[in-house]
């Protein structure tokens, strides 16, 4: 791989805004590149894998899992250069080049035409329990992640945490565990009110205005046995058993490409960029899309993330090419699929003989 190549758009980010970014603009016969800090594609849904997806148009229920394979099978489809562990840490713009240089961690050099944001909450790192020792039950049975709901079968779990995350996960595990407990430190839940109904309808214990003072281990220090829960409203302190406990307590996130680059990227609240519904920043040939994109109108969901990808791509082309057309041609008169559409009806067509 050659990192001075110039490519027309180099993509940062590789969830579900960063794969249909690079699908589109493969589309629109640019020469793409997509760089992501993770070791694998993906983005957030690599939280939820095992999470069913409803709301994203004409798809019938998936699970994220699947949904990452169908999304990187798309992003594919035009052989875009794929960079993984390479963690961005400048974007600048030297005026007398008018290209973007993009530079990793680990020094290297992205040169491009155009850039398109696609970083989501940023690099995402769990908010740990702040308690000492804790780390040490982190490869047995204290969880930040749940990569596989059978993990907690038949089990007696403790959930940390009030919002929709530790509530969905509270939900998804009930069926599945032995039982199921959530300690929030307030009398309120960040969470979808639908959600919360039913948990309190469920067999699910809720632990409200109660914090965490002590996680009790096994002989061997190695496992959490049960947790020291202090009611905060009464005072009272009980110990609860438990197999596995679970932090949801969010995410920290990492910006620090965006917020110290010498472009001066304008930002709402300090996180989100401040663009348009075309998916345009304050920089001439910078593009951002999904969660990390802020205008009026933003449909913050997986399906929005897919238009704001769409719209960065036709900007960005344009910006290459003010003579090009507005928008891509749909797929289904699109040339660039021509041959691709070709093999796919000699498949169908010997399957149904």
Known sequence: MNHNEIY???????????????????????????IDFQPQLGGKVNVYPEKIIWDIGALTPVTGEKLMEQMIEQASTFDPEIVLNEKIIKVEKPSEE??????????????????????????LKPIKLNM??????????????????????????????GGNAAIDWAVELEPVAKSVKIVHRRDQFDCHESQLTHVKKSTIQIHSESTVKQLVSTQDNTKINSVLVKNNKTGKSSQIKVDDVIISYGFERELSFIKDSPLDIELINDYFINGTAKSQTSIDGLFAAGDIL????????????????????????HYLDPSSTATGRVSSHNSR???KNKKIRSHLYVNNS
Do not use: C, W
């Open 337 to 339: 699929f021509e041959e």
């Open 132 to 161: 000492q020792g804790a780390d040490r039950f982190e490869v047995t049975n204290l969880h930040y992640v749940i990569q596989s709901l059978n993990k907690f079968k038949n089990k007696d779990v403790m959930i940390l945490g």
């Open 294 to 317: 802020a205008f009026d109108g933003k449909v913050h969901l997986i399906a929005g993330a897919f238009t704001d990808a769409t719209n960065a791509v036709n900007q960005a082309k």
């Open 8 to 34: 027309d758009v180099t993509i940062i980010g590789g969830g579900p805004a960063g794969l249909f970014s690079t699908f589109y603009s493969g589309m629109r016969a640019m020469k793409t590149k997509l």
């Open 98 to 123: 008018q290209l973007f240089i993009l530079t990793a961690a680990n020094g290297n050099k992205h040169i491009s035409k155009t850039v398109i944001l696609a970083v989501g909450g940023g690099i």
